[in-house]
Structures are given as structure tokens and as C-alpha cells.
């Protein structure tokens, strides 16, 4: 969608801050930092898996299992049956719930108009407890300490508003729309319907908390999403590391684009697309970034591929 002006931010801002470029599928050509952690709930590589333990350093990673036998792509045709299969699928899956002090590890592609073509690779760790975080910063190793807060942006902060909501869809629905107060407001926000703003939380958990989302409570956030009315399922895309991938999004002209691993049903990434046609909250964001707003429908102008996301015991480990 254009390009926006780099805005610096302090470390702890990070993934704030390219969430927010995400939404706005805007770009800039000077290296921005991943996600904090979602890292959309992710497989490593291609689809979340079960948590393994390497003996010898004591690591935890992700593979492609997801705590039970990769399963073979089944062809679904409406988001609701996409997600419902989907909702047994994930709910199979072995609960990870990292220790406190262990940390996460992500590594993801970013792509997209807004990064000119170019694709940026990331590596960052972020303690479970939200008191650290380690990055490459021109060619630095830095660990860099925080409060401690476990807010919606951290894995663990994630982890437990997921896990305090109910398995009931439409009371699944009813407590997020209560938690209004706990979600960033968005530069659009105030351009989106009541659904739109419960389908961009969802989203919102289950990226920040990504392999440590509660099996059944993700199976219930997709059984949430599927009685959407304007939830759309894309199917068989590609993402930007040349995955191919299924895509959930909300309404019919692009927008906010969720993508799903085709065999676990785990989080591997997230793309803005450009629908065709500006929309209230696009045109509201262009007033006061550099967006253009004259694009093909279906332009991916800002997307980030998760390619790795394992527990570790320490900053550095992979």
C-alpha cells in the first residue's frame, strides 16, 4: 500500500510497531525488527508441531507434527467447514506451556510492496515472563531487559487472555468483545464493524501467542471465527518464502489476511492485501501516511512469514 516514513521506537515497541505496519501495509526501506513473539503460532518451517526435547542443550522446538501425526490436506469448501476441520485438527495438538524463564524463539520473513520487493529475515528471543528480549542489531547480539509486563503483545500475556476465555463460541465472542479495553487501538479501528474488531483480536492472540496458544481454546477461537458471517477462506496461496498456505480474512476486498499451515491448521504467518477498493479505515490511515491507494486488487503489500518458533533455555539457542 505505499510506503510509510520509518518512525523509530524503542526496543520494547517492536512488535507494536510492526503489527501496526502490518495493518497498514505500509513499508520502509531501514531494517525493522519482528514481531516480539508472536510469532503467529507457528510451525517451525512449515506446520507447528509437537514440542521435542534435545537432550543435549535442553531445547524445546516446534517441527511439523504439532504432538500428532502430520495429517493429509483435506479439500474444504466454506470457512465454516475450513475452520471447523481446522478446530479438530489443532485440538489434537500437545499443549506447550514454556517455564517463566524460558524463552522464544522466532525467525520470520518479511515481504511485500512496502519493503520494495526486498524480503528481511529477523531472529528475535523473548522471555515467556516478558522480563527480556534479544535481537541482531547491526550485527549485535543485544539482550535487552523489561518490566516484566505480560500485556496482550507477549506471549504470556497472550497465553492467558487465551486462556481465561471460554470454549463456547458465542460466549468466546461475548468475552473478547468485553476485553475491549485490553486490545491497542489501531490507526482504522474506528472504521470497523463490531466483527471486524473481534475477528483483528483473534488474530492478535493467537499470533502473540503462537506455539503456546492453549489446544482448545485455539480449536474454540476457530470455531468462534467460523460463525463470522464475512469470514473468507483463500485457499492454496503462496506466501513469501513459497509455502503454499490457506488464507482466512474478513470480509470480501483484502484486508487483514490470516495464514494457516494446510495439514496442522497452525499459524504461519499474517499478510495485508490489498482489496481493490479503499476502505473507510484505509482512507481515515491515508490521511496521515504516505499509502498509495492505487494498487491491484489482490496486492500483498505487507506480509511476515514465520519460518522457525521454538522454546529455549536461553537467548541465542535456535
Known sequence: MGRQLDQEAPPTLGRQRQRQRLLEAAGSPRRHRAIRIPRWGVPATAGLAAAAVATAVGVATVGTGSGSPARTPVRLDSASVTLT????????RTAITPRPHQWIYTKTV???????????????????DSR????FDGGRFIVHKKSGESGIDSPQGAYTVLSSLPTDPRALLDKLSSLSG???KLPGDSGLDQNQLLYSRMVQLLRNAQITAPPRIQAAVYRAMATLPDVRID???????GRHVIGVHYGSRGGRRLLLDPKTYQVVGEETVWG???????????KTKHLNLNLPAGTVTSGLATEKVAVVDKPGQR
Open 85 to 92: 476441520h481446522a478446530a479438530q485438527v489443532v485440538s489434537l
Open 110 to 128: 518479511e515481504y511485500g510492496t512496502g519493503s520494495d520487493g526486498h524480503h528481511r529475515v529477523d531472529e528475535e528471543w523473548s522471555r515467556f
Open 132 to 135: 527480556a528480549e534479544a535481537y
Open 182 to 184: 485490553r486490545f491497542d
Open 235 to 241: 485457499r492454496d496461496i503462496v506466501d513469501g518464502v
Open 276 to 286: 481493490g477498493k479503499p476502505t473507510a479505515a484505509e482512507i481515515e490511515m491515508a
